[in-house]
């Protein structure tokens, strides 16, 4: 089996420490790289995981309902509908999720979900039952422009949840985005899978890395079926990250309800970790194409997002926007075993 191409480097740093009469104090500095995505981060786990549970009522009293576009009373005059060659009702619903334009789109074809009508949902009530139709909205947005033969090859589905994960508004929502063209990320994703494909006699790049990491016993959180659950080597947050795979589901349209079902009840399993250890935001992406890619899985990444108190600074630094490269207090291995409990039973 070919290398994966996760790759490490140790170094030591020393300083004269003031705390203990400045005495040297060593540091061991542990740099990885991840040839799959291009990641290189710097894991100090010296550096104190700096987590306090932010005041909700600070971001709830700034966004209230009375105001939120996404709300019942202004929902019908504040969001924008489709064309009727997209749908004639305007948006797609299911139950109280809806999904529509968005109105400050990133992209060409940048929609808006909304999971319910209610404007605040805590981390530990996004359970699979609550997050359900708006992921099916989300699937029937899909499947329409695929039965429109519009010749999109790549979507993906996003979620920027509470405002330090950048999320403009407290109402839940997911984005989608549907295009000829990947995202500079997911590019790099199938590059990867199709250069390790043509070096390996057209062995599966995702296949092996999730045989290799349930070997390894160190990163692989656990198997709920369709489904692995593993931390990444290289995570691309300072919390760590959750990577999730289909096994051998190579396009959108590969995945059945069964699976969006053992998707969501994962994630709610992951939030529920989330929630128990104080966190109130993360980002998510589904990553899928539209048309089959044996080289390719349909996977998605979940990053815990925070801000440093007491000034509310953001998670992000120059290091990250500034050099591509991530600091990460949190050890990968660490995080998977406190995330394995959430997965007993799978």
């Known amino acids: 089996m070919k290398d994966i191409g996760f790759k490490k480097e140790i170094a030591t740093g020393s300083y004269l420490d003031h ?7 060593k540091l061991t500095i542990e740099v990885r790289y991840d040839e799959i995505t291009g990641v290189s981060t710097r894991i100090l786990p010296y550096r104190v995981r700096p987590i306090k549970k932010p005041d909700l009522d600070f971001y709830l009293e700034k966004s209230p309902e009375s105001l939120c576009p996404f709300c019942p ?17 305007g948006k797609f619903r299911r139950g109280e999720a809806c999904l529509f334009p968005n109105a400050f789109p990133y992209d060409q074809n940048n929609n808006v979900a909304i999971l319910s009508s209610r404007h605040f949902i805590g981390m530990d009530q996004l359970t699979a039952d609550t997050m359900r139709d708006g992921f099916a909205v989300c699937r029937d947005y ?27 508004l407290i109402h839940p929502h997911l984005q989608t985005i549907a295009g000829h063209k990947p995202t500079n990320f997911m590019q790099r994703l199938l590059t990867s899978a199709q250069n390790y494909a043509a070096a390996t006699d057209g062995e599966n790049l995702w296949r092996n890395l999730i045989a290799l990491e349930k070997n390894a016993k160190e990163r692989f959180i656990a198997s709920t079926g369709t489904i692995s659950w593993l931390t990444s080597f290289a995570p691309k947050g300072m919390a760590g990250e959750i990577d999730f795979i289909f096994k051998e589901k190579t396009s959108f349209f590969d995945l059945t309800e069964t699976n969006f079902n053992e998707l969501l009840t994962g994630l709610s399993r992951v939030f529920s970790y989330l929630h128990a250890n104080d966190f109130i935001s993360f980002n998510m992406t589904l990553y899928a194409t539209m048309t089959n890619n044996r080289n390719f899985c349909v996977q998605g990444k979940i990053v815990p997002r925070f801000v440093v108190n007491p000034l509310g600074t953001s998670d992000l630094n120059y290091f990250e926007k500034l050099h591509n490269e991530i600091i990460c207090p949190t050890v990968p291995e660490e995080l998977c075993r406190e ?8």
């Not at 705390?19 to 104090?25: C, T, W």
């Not at 995330?339 to 799978?346: A, I, T, V």
């Open 73 to 89: 009373g202004l929902f019908e005059k504040t969001t924008p509908d489709f064309m009727p060659n997209i749908t004639k009702e």
């Open 142 to 168: 899909f499947h329409r422009v695929a039965e429109l033969n519009l010749g999109y090859k790549y979507c993906s589905i996003n979620w920027n949840y509470m405002p330090p994960a950048g999320g403009g």
């Open 19 to 25: 705390f203990n009469g400045f005495q040297e104090k």
């Open 339 to 346: 995330l394995q409990p959430y997965f007993m039973g799978s």
